[in-house]
Protein backbone atom coordinates (compact mmCIF):
# COMPACT_ATOMS: atom_id res chain seq x y z
CA UNK A 1 0.00 0.00 0.00
CA UNK A 2 1.25 3.20 -0.84
CA UNK A 3 1.56 6.27 1.19
CA UNK A 4 2.88 9.35 1.55
CA UNK A 5 3.53 11.77 4.54
CA UNK A 6 4.51 15.21 3.93
CA UNK A 7 5.74 17.74 6.51
CA UNK A 8 7.38 21.27 6.99
CA UNK A 9 4.36 23.39 6.94
CA UNK A 10 3.73 26.22 9.14
CA UNK A 11 3.73 29.62 10.00
CA UNK A 12 6.16 32.53 7.71
CA UNK A 13 5.68 36.13 7.72
CA UNK A 14 5.29 37.12 3.52
CA UNK A 15 9.05 37.31 1.74
CA UNK A 16 9.76 34.19 4.21
CA UNK A 17 10.40 30.84 2.99
CA UNK A 18 9.79 27.02 3.65
CA UNK A 19 10.87 23.52 2.86
CA UNK A 20 8.09 20.90 2.21
CA UNK A 21 8.97 16.89 2.28
CA UNK A 22 7.08 13.99 1.34
CA UNK A 23 8.25 10.96 2.10
CA UNK A 24 7.01 7.96 0.26
CA UNK A 25 6.23 4.18 1.46
CA UNK A 26 5.49 1.50 -0.63
CA UNK A 27 5.86 2.08 -3.44
CA UNK A 28 9.32 2.44 -6.22
CA UNK A 29 9.45 5.75 -6.05
CA UNK A 30 11.81 6.07 -8.79
CA UNK A 31 9.73 5.44 -11.07
CA UNK A 32 6.98 8.00 -10.58
CA UNK A 33 6.20 10.90 -11.19
CA UNK A 34 5.41 13.61 -8.43
CA UNK A 35 4.05 16.73 -7.76
CA UNK A 36 2.39 19.43 -5.15
CA UNK A 37 -0.88 20.82 -5.08
CA UNK A 38 -2.59 23.22 -2.80
CA UNK A 39 -5.95 24.27 -1.81
CA UNK A 40 -6.78 27.79 -0.17
CA UNK A 41 -10.00 28.00 1.92
CA UNK A 42 -13.03 28.41 -0.78
CA UNK A 43 -11.07 27.61 -3.56
CA UNK A 44 -10.37 24.27 -5.30
CA UNK A 45 -7.21 22.40 -5.21
CA UNK A 46 -4.44 23.65 -7.55
CA UNK A 47 -1.73 22.31 -9.26
CA UNK A 48 1.82 23.55 -8.13
CA UNK A 49 4.76 22.08 -10.09
CA UNK A 50 5.70 18.34 -10.97
CA UNK A 51 8.72 16.26 -10.78
CA UNK A 52 9.20 13.67 -13.37
CA UNK A 53 10.71 10.19 -13.23
CA UNK A 54 13.77 11.75 -15.69
CA UNK A 55 13.53 14.63 -13.20
CA UNK A 56 12.31 17.22 -15.63
CA UNK A 57 10.16 19.76 -13.54
CA UNK A 58 7.07 22.19 -14.27
CA UNK A 59 6.00 24.87 -12.53
CA UNK A 60 2.42 27.31 -12.19
CA UNK A 61 2.74 30.68 -13.45
CA UNK A 62 2.00 31.58 -10.23
CA UNK A 63 4.93 30.14 -8.46
CA UNK A 64 7.53 30.00 -10.93
CA UNK A 65 10.66 31.36 -9.69
CA UNK A 66 9.65 31.29 -6.10
CA UNK A 67 9.15 27.35 -5.88
CA UNK A 68 11.63 24.75 -6.54
CA UNK A 69 10.76 21.31 -6.94
CA UNK A 70 13.02 18.24 -6.20
CA UNK A 71 13.24 14.72 -6.01
CA UNK A 72 15.75 12.25 -3.64
CA UNK A 73 14.68 8.95 -5.04
CA UNK A 74 17.81 7.33 -2.67
CA UNK A 75 15.09 8.63 0.45
CA UNK A 76 11.54 8.00 -1.77
CA UNK A 77 10.88 12.60 -0.93
CA UNK A 78 10.15 14.55 -3.12
CA UNK A 79 10.78 18.20 -1.84
CA UNK A 80 9.08 21.72 -2.06
CA UNK A 81 11.23 24.64 -1.79
CA UNK A 82 9.41 27.66 -1.10
CA UNK A 83 10.93 31.41 -1.04
CA UNK A 84 10.01 35.01 -1.36
CA UNK A 85 6.22 33.62 0.11
CA UNK A 86 3.43 35.81 -0.37
CA UNK A 87 -0.20 35.62 1.87
CA UNK A 88 -1.47 34.06 -1.75
CA UNK A 89 0.11 31.12 -0.58
CA UNK A 90 -1.53 30.36 2.26
CA UNK A 91 -2.78 27.23 1.86
CA UNK A 92 -2.76 23.20 2.95
CA UNK A 93 -0.60 21.88 0.88
CA UNK A 94 -0.74 18.58 -1.16
CA UNK A 95 1.72 15.93 -2.65
CA UNK A 96 0.85 13.44 -5.14
CA UNK A 97 3.22 10.27 -6.68
CA UNK A 98 1.60 9.16 -10.05
CA UNK A 99 1.02 5.57 -11.70
CA UNK A 100 3.57 6.90 -14.39
CA UNK A 101 6.98 8.32 -14.97
CA UNK A 102 5.18 11.10 -16.19
CA UNK A 103 2.09 11.82 -15.45
CA UNK A 104 0.08 12.78 -12.00
CA UNK A 105 -3.22 12.02 -13.57
CA UNK A 106 -3.76 9.12 -11.64
CA UNK A 107 -1.64 8.53 -8.14
CA UNK A 108 -1.91 8.52 -4.39
CA UNK A 109 -2.30 12.00 -2.42
CA UNK A 110 -0.65 12.40 1.08
CA UNK A 111 -2.65 14.15 4.06
CA UNK A 112 -1.79 17.61 3.36
CA UNK A 113 0.20 20.40 5.81
CA UNK A 114 -0.86 23.48 6.89
CA UNK A 115 1.42 26.89 5.09
CA UNK A 116 0.18 30.07 6.33
CA UNK A 117 2.16 33.11 5.23
CA UNK A 118 1.09 36.32 7.39
CA UNK A 119 1.36 40.12 5.68
Known amino acids: QVQLVESGGGLVQAGGSLRLSCVASGTTFSRNAAGWYRQAPGKPREWVAT???????RYADSVRGRFTISRDNAKNTVYLQMNGLKPEDTAVYYCKLGNTPTNLAVGVWGQGTQVTISS
Open 51 to 57: VFAASIT
